[in-house]
């Protein structure tokens, strides 16, 4: 429910992504929200008002001298009420309507009475690759963004006309988790984050591996928070079959080793580097190219171990770190004595923040609790949906970049 007590209008103009609209609208009521649908006329011919109205549970508005309402001032009442205006899908033609604030219906006609930026207008265009291409729309683009208004992208692919481009509205599942991050605090903006996630594999042959019980979910949540508050996301992901966040560039690796070459490559740019991944403590130092057979004697395969490279503390001994130019953060997995493992893991990695959990209590799940550890202070998260804990994370770690360099350095 991360719409909760939200009121959206949303705004459905021509276009055949209309039939994506009732999805849309489904899927942001089931997050919390309350849906006021209003559409133009062009919108209509593709869908009806009553499907959006069923969907909606609220009758929709298509016509700005509609007589039920007391002072015959839809725009003005539909506007004031709402959080946030979402027009998807938006058409070109609507676009440049918006754009030269042309107000001959109820829908742009409510747009522009507004009161911005207590209503912010979110568009979600969807048209043919060569509208979309046109430097007419591209010009009625930059003058939305000047406006303030927010673009909220289009997806590519195989389009309702058979050509193949930019220009699809993007996805209903898309569009909420955009809606929902548009919501939440900006308190990364200019921040570049990185995060590790999910486990590690290290071969033993080319069938085989060793690596451990991480979903990888935390990290992801953490990837997904720091984007909502406006950071740029980097992702270095183990094997995990998680979908990327939107917005977060993805690199996926397999071993420690290649998280620790992806990692320390991209660290040199991060000024927040979270580091949440269950890592491979050991590798098999004789993994073999072919499969190893059983030979029938009975004999063991004989595997030599050799430890892997410490990622975070790696990147904590960095001159950037040093100098608090990069703020690291490490996670502990234990299973017992987490405020006494945590900050002794703490001093060990040499992170400003170390994040404890109990893995055989989270692995896996949708839910964890946190125990954030520092040098001067000991703060529990209580258990709550990753997400939430991201969140929470993002929050404080925000609070850290905003203190004075010396204080979010690292200490060895
Ligand atoms: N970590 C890392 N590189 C490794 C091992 C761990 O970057 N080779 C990071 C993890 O991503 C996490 C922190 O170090 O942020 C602690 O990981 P954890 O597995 O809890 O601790 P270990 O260092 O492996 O110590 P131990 O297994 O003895 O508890």
């Not at 289009?154 to 193949?164: F, I, L, M, P, R």
């Not at 570049?192 to 080319?206: M, N, R, S």
């Not at 491979?280 to 499969?291: G, I, L, P, T």
């Not at 503390?313 to 299973?335: H, I, M, N, P």
Request: hydrophobic share 45%.
């Amino acid at each position: 429910m991360q719409l909760r007590d939200r009121h959206l209008v949303l705004g459905l103009t021509g276009g055949i992504a209309c039939y994506k609209a009732a999805e849309l609208c489904r899927a942001l009521i089931k997050e919390g929200a309350t849906v006021q649908v209003v559409m133009t006329q062009s919108a209509e011919r593709f869908i009806t008002a009553v499907t959006m109205q069923a969907l909606s549970g609220r009758v929709v508005q298509t016509s700005q001298w509609d007589v039920r309402e007391p002072n015959n001032m839809p725009h003005i009442n539909l506007a004031r009420a709402a959080d946030a205006i979402l027009v998807a899908p938006c058409s070109a033609d609507f676009m440049a309507k918006l754009a030269h604030g042309a107000a001959d219906e109820l829908l742009s006609l409510m747009c522009l009475a507004r009161p911005r930026p207590r209503v912010p207008l979110l568009l979600a265009p969807a048209m043919n690759r060569e509208m979309w291409a046109h430097p007419a729309t591209q010009r009625n683009m930059e003058q939305l963004r000047q406006d303030g208004t927010v673009l909220l992208g289009v997806g590519s692919g195989d389009q309702a006309c058979g050509e193949t481009g930019d220009g699809r509205m993007l996805e209903p599942a898309e569009l909420v988790e955009d809606v929902i991050a548009f919501f939440q605090p900006k308190l990364l903006v200019g921040q570049q984050v990185l995060v590790t996630a999910g486990p590690t594999y290290e071969a033993i042959d080319p069938v085989r591996g060793i690596t451990n019980l991480s979903s990888g979910k935390m990290g992801f949540a953490i990837a997904r928070a720091a984007h909502e508050a406006g950071a740029v996301v980097t992702l270095v992901a183990g094997p995990v079959a998680l979908a990327t966040p939107r917005g977060v560039t993805r690199i996926d690796v397999r071993s420690a080793r290649e998280m620790h070459a992806a990692t320390l490559e991209q660290a040199h740019r991060a000024s927040l580097m979270v580091a949440a991944a269950a890592v491979a403590d050991w590798r098999v130092d004789n993994a073999s190219d072919q499969k190893i057979k059983k030979d029938g004697s009975g004999g063991l395969p004989q595997l030599r171990f050799a430890e892997n490279p410490d990622i975070v503390a790696e990147v904590a001994r960095s001159e950037r770190a040093r100098s608090g130019a990069l703020l690291c953060v490490g996670f502990a997995a234990e299973s017992q004595d987490l405020l006494a493992n945590a900050q002794a893991k703490r001093l060990r990695k040499g992170v400003p923040l170390l994040v404890g959990n109990i893995g055989p209590a989270t692995f896996g799940m949708d839910d964890n609790a946190l125990l954030l550890v520092t040098a001067t202070a000991v703060l529990e998260l209580p258990r709550a949906p990753k997400l939430e804990l991201a969140r929470q994370l993002v929050a404080h770690c925000a609070g850290m970049l905003a203190a004075a360099p010396a204080d979010r350095a690292t200490t060895t």
